[in-house]
């Protein structure tokens, strides 16, 4: 009784006695942090989305250890945390020590435990290196290639893949649709860099989760959530953005406004860009120089000698987001969630197009994309349950409308093409995760999507006005849809295995019927129905804490899709790509196999490789038309082309990267990735990137961070070029024999950010310090040359 009574008496007064909650901080920029796990030898709890915790129950302790995979580890007391007003400020750490990822199941997992091949772009490190877009933030990983045709634009490059056989998706909907080619694709950028709240990248295929265009990998961006409340007050916040960029003058101004009730949240977000025409460097590769333009003088085509040899003309454009999200959470079980996002970009001009010759003559007098637009309405509705079906569902239903359009005219023409596209997407994805025991996973679900392609072309005379109907890029009202089941099962044995095992049945339908006004095929419609099969199966071993051995097998399946069966268009000068009735899917068998070793929690090193065998690979290759090796197309004699599907083709590289922690004020992290890839015939294969990379010094102290680097690629000789990239000369440096080549650079780079208050940080740097000219492998424009930047952020 006498127990019974003290301990009554005990629990009393703990109930009385005031709760004292730990903030935890960055050190660099003294934002607060998320999921620090903070634990004695008797007791944990972790940080919420406030950098807030409940100490409760460490008040006698001598050992507490605040940890986060992205901060260095802190040891304290209790005392020491008296000392320091509860106030605990962790420092940034190179390191990748088992972070957090959605991408591989859908669901939240530990990267310790999942086989594939998985970095993330965290927000505060998009925060501190400024991209103009999330093609450039993607750029930012050192383990992503991009390319540019145009300012307005970038293309991923994966693994030697690129365009349509790597899948975006933005909170949890797949971006791509019907007609996203197999060229190179610009579509990222229609994404706002300054609302995503970090990226996921799949290196290798993702098609058991992701289905059909995840064979080369899967670019996950989530972006910010609207943020509730923890107390009896709103949570009310905001982040502004102002920048500057010296080398295509770019303006940049960016705000987000949250206000969060206890189960009402609201969530909105504004960019707008506006960018000059693009300064390229002045040192080495004068044949990259533009020496001339094409301008209209009292309405006539007249070459103008450009003043400024370095200046891009014309590369400028504009671009402006928004994003609107509104949550609501009725209870702790059901979390819902709208979104829409709408972005709009200006006129783009095709700079790899405007510096084309015919004849010794510039070719075009104008070629541009017209406004690119893209909007998404989506519903995310998550229920927590004990039902024997899943303790977690997702379901998401997005309906997005994307639109673009081509124009273009000729060198003292009259006649100004203009085509246009509008494709309607809807996409339904059910997803669940039911824990079977405690060391055993399963998640399963299933997909749909729907694609709806239109589009139209007409030919004005720029100077009567008059339209006629002409040749549309693709086959009016097609249709493209798909339907998808996957099962996936995670089970770990002993703390030091780990197994994951999956299938997915795909089933996709394709119509595209043909107006054969313009073009007399032999064939008025194309239907194509195919299924697919695939699988996983990959294994995670870790002989001791601080190493892991990843394998992973997989296979990967994509169907043709609109833009792959239908399209009539000038791939190069002198090409032109028709419709291949008998095209069909390709597979991909993918092996990766990797190691990581961390050392004294200093220094992490991640080799991996991998191996792809693709069969019935889409290749771009000679054709005939009605017979004809050659037709007039756009009123040139065009050798014809067509996507067929090859025998196979095989890809292979190695990624290496070293983290280490030098001290507490400096930092060390270099990347270099390697890809080799050949068709049956020996053929370079397009996507295939030369060796590059980047290196990594970087300082921090108190309010400061600094980051000097430098990025490199290497060469890709004439013989190294696949036919497609030696048909674009001008594209190209020459080499000692007057043939096309890909030349090695480097650049220096620093950036920098200064916490100046609580609430304002400023960001510098400059880019390409050594003002180098050069041109990305397979791009059309010109890297920027020597590049200020300054941004002023603010978060109230």
Known sequence: MKQIIYTIILSIIAAQTPAQIVSVLNKTDQQPIFNVFIFNANKSTIT????????????????????????????????????NDFIIKLEESVLNLDEIIV???????????????????PGREIQFTNPQTTADL???????????SQMGGGSPMIRGFAANRILM??????????????????NVISLDANAIENSEVILGPGSVIYGSDAIGGVIDFHTKRPKLTTTDKPNISANTLLRYGSANFEKTGHIDFNLGFEKLAFLSSLTYSDYNDLLMGSVKHEEYTRPEYVDKINSVDTIINNQNKNLQRFTLYNQFNLLQKIRYRPSKNLDIEYAFHYSELSDVPRYDRLIEYSDNKLKYAEWYYGPQKWMMNSIKVLHKSEFAMYDNSK???ALQNYEESRHDRKLNKTSLRHRQENVRLITVNLDFEKTIKENSELFYGFEIADNLVNSSGIIENINTGNE???????????????????????RIIKEKISFIAGLRFNQINTTAIFDTTFYPFPFDEIKLNHSALNGSLGAVYKPYTSTQINFNFSTGFRAPNIDDLGKVFDSEPGNVIVPNENLGPEYIYNIDLGITSSFYEKLQIEISCFGSFINNVMVRDDFDYNGLDSIIYDSTLSKVEALVNADYGLLFGVNFSLYADLSSHFSLKTHLNYIKGQDQDKNPLRHVTPVYG??????????FKADLYSLYNGAIKNSELSSTEQAKPHLYASDINGNPYSPAWYTINLKTSYQITKKIQLNAGMENILNVRYRPYSSGIIAPGRNFILALRGRF
Do not use: C
């Not at 939240?108 to 970095?119: A, L």
């Open 48 to 83: 919420n989305e406030f950098g807030k915790a409940d100490l409760k129950g460490f008040e006698k302790s001598d050992h507490i250890v605040f940890q986060h995979p992205a901060f260095k580890n802190l040891h304290t007391s209790y005392k020491e945390l008296e000392k």
């Open 103 to 121: 991408s591989a199941s859908q669901w939240e997992q530990q990267k310790s435990e999942v086989p594939n091949k998985i970095f993330t772009i």
């Open 138 to 148: 993607l750029g930012v990983s050192d383990k992503v290639f991009i390319q540019k």
């Open 169 to 186: 998706v933005v909170d949890g909907v797949r971006m791509n649709n019907a007609i996203y080619r197999s060229g190179n694709l610009q």
């Open 395 to 397: 379901l998401t239903l």
């Open 468 to 490: 006629i109907k002409s040749a549309s890029r693709y086959p009016d009202g097609s249709k493209y849809s798909s339907i998808a089941l996957y099962l996936n099962q995670k």
């Open 694 to 703: 980047a290196t990594h010094v970087i300082y921090t102290r108190e309010n």
